[in-house]
């Protein structure tokens, strides 16, 4: 069994989130939910327990009542950090992964991201608009991430290739591609978050690889 930290953003995949929670538990981990402000618009909280589910005001708990930060207080993003043996982003969406290229951090995810233990494994399931993983923004942000892992990729490389030599060459990062389907907008292409089974196993695959 293993503690996983699963970021949920903005994107409409993240509907799939209880079922993900699910399939995770289910397969005996233990697992806490850091949601964004964005993907609280695409599932209902009250279908993960309530002490699975991290939200950005927990960070600062009592801010909006004028409460202050008291010395011995925890930092929650710290504290994520260091129960956690991997982080899975599912699914992540395009304004986050632009987010943790460029090492913003102004959200509990992007807060946990940014201090984030650089031996522990990370896996990411984006998922967007077609013409949004297209856009070549997606992989000058994909190769900043595999940069800043001291790996820099070769030069020239397409967005497909480059999720490859990331798969490859990178041991602490997997990207779980996007599949091609009919998408929520209506639009057809690649972009949908991959199967929560698939995401689930390649998860299982790294901790079995990792416990061996």
Request: net charge negative.
């Amino acid at each position: 069994m293993a503690n996983l930290l699963l970021g949920v953003t903005g994107s409409v995949a993240a509907v799939k989130t209880p079922l993900l929670y699910e399939t995770l538990t289910r397969r005996g981990h233990a697992v806490k939910v850091v949601a964004t402000a964005a993907s609280l618009y695409f599932f209902d909280p009250a279908e993960l327990p309530s002490e699975a589910l991290v939200l950005d005001e927990d960070e600062w708990p009592g801010r909006r009542e004028g409460r202050r930060w008291q010395r011995d207080d925890e930092v929650l993003h710290i504290g994520l950090r260091r129960w956690a043996d991997l982080l899975l982003v599912a699914p992540l969406d395009a304004n986050t992964l632009a987010k943790f290229a460029n090492g913003l951090a102004d959200n509990c995810l992007t807060c946990a991201w940014r201090a984030w233990e650089p031996k522990r494994p990370i896996v990411l399931a984006p998922a967007m608009n077609t013409l949004m993983w297209q856009h070549p923004a997606t992989a000058r942000h994909l190769r900043q991430i595999a940069s800043d892992m001291d790996t820099t990729p070769p030069n020239g490389l397409a967005l497909d290739e480059l999720l490859v030599w990331i798969n490859g060459c990178l041991g602490r990062l997997t990207i779980v591609e996007p599949e091609d389907r009919r998408l929520a907008c209506g639009d057809v292409g690649v972009g949908a978050m991959a199967n929560v089974e698939s995401i689930a196993d390649r998860v299982q695959k790294i901790l079995d690889e990792r416990s061996a």
